[in-house]
């Protein structure tokens, strides 16, 4: 199951370290403690910053020294009576430097917010406008159990390390290049499987938003027997975004890069010169869709086109599949469900010049387009979505209709 992210606010005055910006998951937070302000530093109890960072966390009363386990399985200590930490991460221990130190007020040892934050896989940022800080993690994790073990994957969303525990210790498996992230480009799920090689394909999901909001997809493969990763990235109006291909020792990801996983060599397809055998594709890059490593099923968000990569030849399947008969069919469906919007030759011409503009679905507009559903046994299966208004007693509402369409592979 995928681990939630949590975020806290934490009233506050405002700290000369407490402007920062990052990626991550933002939901509302809550307020979890008063923090205090010391020579410009913002400071939490030891136990408060801890438990909110998803840490486990040990205190030695007697030598005043604190280890803390976090999400990663990284181990950090921390001497308050010295001022001195340090963080053990892949058999590797570093010295850091504790900037503001330590300090105890009414028998309660304060730790410097950001600081233990940072070093936890968290981010701290300042609102002024209410003057306080929010924390929030800078990771995602993923936990399954594969024939008993349990395993506990985590991608660190600041420098794209990703990592594995299982049965207490932890392995960098690979570091993954992520998209440039902020508060409004942002991924908040992760998923992981393991192919049939035993290497691993991570997916994550998430939201750009802007103008328009988009659902961004990130794909990462990682060998587990260590090397390069390969990932890419996708942003889209549509309902689903591609998952990579998995063949027997091939995976192709949907940017067009196909990973031998015997070898772990990657070759990269130019997606848009092949897409533009059949159509044409002025501006965007296509994506592939499914492939069983001859034929590569491309969209560019609405239209498709199957490439042969045997006679290195396209064929324009929204075409083909668009019939005079299938426009036929939807529109006798669509004057018989929704007359008062289908029934004069402008509505329906109006209806199909707007095919495959995705993009008028969030402003609430019926627009029909084509989406992918499987293949399998040489056919290829595909649904023609349209969407219309429907009268309520209570208002208007938008329906969707699908019709299925098939295209059957030459033998």
Same mark, same amino acid.
């Given at each position: 199951?995928?681990?939630?992210?949590?975020?806290?606010?934490?009233?506050?005055?405002?700290?000369?370290?407490?402007?920062?910006?990052?990626?991550? &998951?933002?939901?509302?937070?809550?307020? $979890?403690?008063?923090?205090?302000?010391?020579?410009?530093?913002?400071?939490?109890?030891?136990?408060?910053?801890?438990?909110?960072?998803?840490?486990? %966390?040990?205190?030695?009363?007697?030598?005043?020294?604190?280890? @803390?386990?976090?999400? &990663?399985? @990284?181990?950090?200590? $921390?001497?308050?009576?010295?001022?001195?930490?340090?963080?053990?991460?892949?058999?590797?221990?570093?010295?850091?430097?504790?900037?503001?130190?330590?300090?105890?007020?009414?028998?309660?040892?304060?730790?410097?917010?950001?600081?233990?934050?940072?070093?936890?896989?968290?981010?701290?940022?300042?609102?002024?406008?209410?003057?306080?800080?929010?924390?929030?993690?800078?990771?995602?994790?993923?936990?399954?159990? #594969?024939? /008993?073990?349990?395993?506990?994957?985590?991608?660190?969303?600041?420098? /794209?390390?990703?990592?594995?525990?299982?049965?207490?210790?932890?392995?960098?498996?690979?570091? !993954?290049? !992520?998209?440039?992230?902020?508060?409004?480009?942002?991924?908040?799920?992760?998923?992981?499987?393991?192919?049939?090689?035993?290497?691993?394909?991570?997916?994550?999901?998430? $939201?750009?938003?802007?103008? %328009?909001?988009?659902?961004?997809?990130?794909?990462? #493969?990682?060998?587990?027997?260590?090397?390069?990763?390969?990932?890419?990235?996708?942003?889209?109006?549509?309902?689903?975004?591609?998952?990579?291909?998995?063949?027997?020792?091939?995976?192709? !990801?949907?940017?067009?890069?196909?990973?031998?996983?015997?070898?772990?060599?990657?070759?990269?397809?130019?997606?848009?010169?092949?897409?533009?055998?059949?159509?044409?594709?002025?501006?965007?890059?296509?994506?592939?869709?499914?492939?069983?490593?001859?034929?590569?099923?491309? =969209?560019?968000?609405? &239209?498709?086109?199957?490439?042969?990569?045997?006679?290195?030849? /396209?064929?324009?399947?929204?075409? !083909?599949?668009?019939?005079?008969?299938?426009?036929?069919?939807?529109?006798?469906?669509?004057?018989?469900? @929704?007359?008062?919007?289908?029934?004069?030759?402008?509505?329906?011409?109006?209806? #199909?010049?707007?095919?495959?503009?995705? =993009?008028?679905?969030?402003?609430?507009?019926?627009?029909?387009?084509?989406?992918?559903?499987?293949?399998?046994?040489?056919?290829?299966?595909?649904?023609?979505?349209?969407?219309?208004?429907?009268?309520?007693?209570?208002?208007?509402?938008?329906?969707?209709? =699908?019709?299925?369409?098939?295209?059957?592979?030459?033998?």
């Amino acid at each position: 199951m995928a681990d939630d992210g949590a975020a806290a606010d934490i009233g506050a005055a405002a700290a000369a370290d407490c402007p920062c910006s990052g990626a991550g &998951d933002c939901p509302d937070g809550e307020q $979890i403690a008063e923090a205090q302000q010391r020579d410009g530093y913002t400071y939490l109890p030891v136990r408060t910053i801890f438990e909110k960072c998803n840490a486990s %966390v040990n205190w030695d009363a007697a030598t005043r020294t604190v280890t @803390a386990v976090r999400v &990663d399985g @990284a181990v950090l200590y $921390i001497d308050t009576g010295n001022d001195t930490a340090s963080l053990t991460a892949q058999g590797e221990t570093k010295t850091l430097d504790m900037t503001g130190g330590c300090y105890v007020a009414d028998g309660v040892t304060y730790l410097p917010l950001r600081f233990v934050a940072e070093n936890l896989l968290c981010k701290v940022e300042w609102q002024e406008w209410d003057r306080s800080a929010r924390i929030t993690k800078n990771y995602l994790a993923y936990s399954t159990r #594969w024939d /008993g073990y349990g395993h506990h994957f985590v991608l660190d969303l600041a420098t /794209g390390d990703f990592s594995r525990t299982l049965g207490g210790e932890v392995e960098l498996l690979g570091t !993954l290049e !992520l998209p440039e992230l902020s508060d409004y480009v942002y991924l908040s799920s992760m998923n992981v499987k393991t192919t049939e090689t035993g290497n691993y394909l991570v997916r994550c999901g998430g $939201i750009s938003s802007g103008a %328009v909001t988009m659902r961004l997809e990130f794909y990462g #493969w990682v060998p587990a027997a260590g090397g390069e990763c390969y990932s890419t990235y996708l942003k889209s109006h549509a309902d689903a975004l591609p998952e990579p291909t998995v063949l027997a020792d091939v995976v192709w !990801l949907p940017d067009g890069e196909r990973i031998d996983e015997s070898t772990g060599q990657a070759v990269a397809y130019d997606l848009k010169a092949l897409y533009n055998t059949a159509r044409t594709l002025e501006f965007g890059t296509p994506e592939l869709v499914w492939t069983d490593d001859r034929y590569m099923l491309l =969209s560019d968000g609405s &239209d498709f086109v199957l490439y042969d990569t045997a006679n290195k030849s /396209g064929v324009d399947l929204t075409t !083909l599949l668009l019939t005079d008969e299938v426009k036929v069919q939807v529109n006798t469906f669509l004057h018989t469900a @929704a007359p008062d919007y289908f029934s004069t030759e402008e509505q329906f011409a109006s209806f #199909w010049a707007d095919y495959g503009r995705t =993009s008028s679905l969030y402003t609430f507009t019926a627009v029909p387009y084509m989406q992918f559903t499987a293949a399998s046994d040489g056919v290829i299966c595909m649904n023609l979505r349209c969407p219309y208004y429907y009268e309520e007693p209570d208002g208007i509402s938008m329906l969707t209709q =699908s019709f299925p369409l098939f295209y059957y592979l030459p033998q």
